[in-house]
């Protein structure tokens, strides 16, 4: 067999490497349109900003490697610019000499990838202006500033990329600014998980604009640009980065007539199998589906790209390999704390029409230690957990915190993966000594209080259902906590004098119990539920309700 792999990178290189451990006899040749076989896209910030020191750390296989490990022909600086589904063969060009040459294959992997989106912004060409893919652009970004002095830089996006970047040019000594088009950075998560994040870039001294976008770069003084924005602002800069995404490489798949999916990303089945005989497809170009909403659609993360090319070459081969699909798990690092997520958020889930439609959904969040709080250096977490009223199974997470949070959500993207109900969160059995975790894990106080809301042990109220109520707000925490900041119009009655003071609770009413992060008035509405009060605990407290405050006087709305 004759198989051809159009790109390396993750998913291309992850196939060739399959293929040979499953055939000796095969031959498998690799194209790659760039100068490298397989190299980390994830740590270019992190080589831009001088954290990987050296470029050939980020190459993760050579053309040598896989010639003399595998026994694979990587073929780099060689561009396939056609595919011929009717006979077999593709078309090449070699980029540095300019020679055409054809090949036949037994079996087409493509792995394009996906292309960083230049927005058609007059200027979006000149020099200064910097996407982040490849190791040449975050070569020349590198040169770039040190060769100008760089001082001061515009992001465009404050998705993962732009935020990485944020990180590694502000550690770098640049002034930094965001401009981000949505209300809120990273767009893609729920806004009240990435408060915590946008407050540590503003003390970290980088400026963010929401609500806005780049409409115009133009020549300043020198190698200057600026920048002109849509609300009328002018930034002079000394460079820019876009970070407002990347869409699918698909010229060739649509030249060969392969189908695409509504979101324009070449159509896979579970094999990544295309509507083309003999042609598969990985990685980022491709369209996945979620297995928890069932929507389609691109996603371009590395762990989903290697596995993609593994079950490529498994069918190839004759195995009945199945891809699941992505849930979507992913992280981001940013001075310090972390933002992690698995599963959808509920701004897509609400967005989608799942929320209370087919999915039925509920949520809970937290903010428990990251160890044992009598260990020193204990650090609290923010976790929001979403999941079905229906029978308990666990739809999607969100955490923000300084430690520990990779590990949490790690644990809950196997739950998801494996169908896993917040009944079995109760019952993980995790690591535990005081310096890594507590007897009482945030993943199982998780399930707890998700579980005690589906049991109808604890009946919840969200931030939302604040806008417009008759209840007695009653605040559980201690008088100083009371005074440093409450919800308008709550009643302070510390926990423990409330069985002396239950005279001035009305019956009449429902009371919607808060303290600061949920636990008190969790005790407080156990107690007064078994004296006969009609009672609800606001999940998170008064810290996520701050956290949700923040996120409405950004957007303008009334609270």
Not at 125 to 147: A, E, K, N
Request: glycine share 10%.
């Amino acid at each position: 067999m004759r198989v051809l792999i159009v790109g390396g990178v993750a998913g291309g290189a992850s196939c060739a490497a399959r293929l040979r451990r499953l055939s000796e006899a095969a031959e498998i040749i690799v194209f790659e349109r760039g100068p490298y076989a397989s190299f980390a896209n994830c740590g270019l910030p992190y080589y831009v900003g001088d954290v990987i020191k050296e470029e050939k750390h980020l190459l993760v296989a050579t053309p040598e490697l896989f010639r003399d490990r595998f026994n694979i022909a990587v073929r780099t600086n060689t561009e396939v610019t056609a595919i011929h589904p009717e006979t077999n063969r593709i078309e090449l060009r070699d980029r540095q000499s300019g020679a055409e040459t054809e090949e036949a294959y037994d079996a087409l992997v493509l792995s394009p990838g996906a292309k960083p989106i230049r927005p058609p912004i007059p200027g979006v060409d000149l020099d200064g202006v910097f996407t982040v893919r490849t190791i040449p652009d975050s070569r020349r970004m590198r040169d770039w500033i040190q060769q100008t002095g760089a001082r001061q830089a515009v992001i465009v996006g404050g998705g993962y990329i732009g935020l990485e970047m944020t990180e590694n040019l502000v550690e770098r000594g640049l002034g930094v600014t965001i401009v981000e088009l949505q209300s809120q950075l990273m767009p893609i998560l729920d806004p009240e998980m990435v408060e915590p994040l946008q407050a540590v870039v503003s003390r970290k001294g980088a400026r963010v604009l929401l609500n806005d976008r780049a409409t115009r770069f133009e020549p300043a003084d020198g190698h200057r640009l600026r920048v002109q924005l849509g609300s009328g602002t002018a930034i002079e800069t000394d460079l820019v980065v876009l970070a407002v995404g990347v869409k699918p490489e698909v010229e060739l798949a649509v030249a060969a007539g392969l189908k695409l999916g509504s979101r324009g990303g070449i159509q896979v089945d579970d094999r990544m199998r295309t509507s083309v005989a003999n042609i598969w497809a990985v990685g980022d170009a491709v369209e996945v589906l979620s297995p928890i909403t069932g929507l389609s659609g691109p996603v371009p993360l590395a762990g989903p790209a290697n596995r993609q090319g593994r079950i490529a070459a498994d069918v190839i081969m004759g195995r009945d390999s199945r891809f699941r699909g992505v849930q979507g798990t992913a992280i981001v690092g940013l001075f310090g704390l972390a933002l992690a997520a698995t599963g959808p958020g509920e701004k897509l889930l609400r967005r989608e029409g799942l929320w209370d439609g087919p999915l039925q959904c509920e949520k809970i969040y937290l903010h428990p230690g990251h160890h044992a709080s009598y260990y020193p250096g204990a650090s609290m977490l923010s976790f929001k957990l979403i999941f079905s009223k229906r029978d308990g199974r666990i739809l999607g997470a969100q955490a923000v915190g300084k430690d520990g949070v990779d590990k949490r959500i790690d644990v809950i993207a196997m739950a998801i993966q494996k169908e896993a109900t917040v009944f079995d969160l109760e019952e993980a059995e995790l690591c535990y000594a005081p310096q890594f975790g507590a007897a009482k894990d945030p993943i199982n106080m998780a399930g707890m209080i998700a579980a005690n809301v589906l049991r109808g042990d604890s009946v919840l109220l969200h931030h939302e259902d604040l806008a417009a109520t008759d209840a007695f707000i009653l605040d559980v925490r201690e008088p100083g906590e009371f005074r440093r900041g409450h919800i308008d119009g709550a009643v302070n009655i510390p926990l423990h004098q409330l069985r002396g003071r239950l005279d001035e609770l009305p019956r009449d009413r429902e009371i919607w119990a808060y303290c600061f992060v949920g636990q008190r008035s969790y005790y407080a509405a156990r107690m007064l539920l078994q004296l006969g009060f009609r009672v609800r605990n606001l999940s998170g407290g008064f810290r996520t309700f701050s956290l949700q405050e923040l996120v409405q006087s950004r957007q303008g709305a009334k609270t």
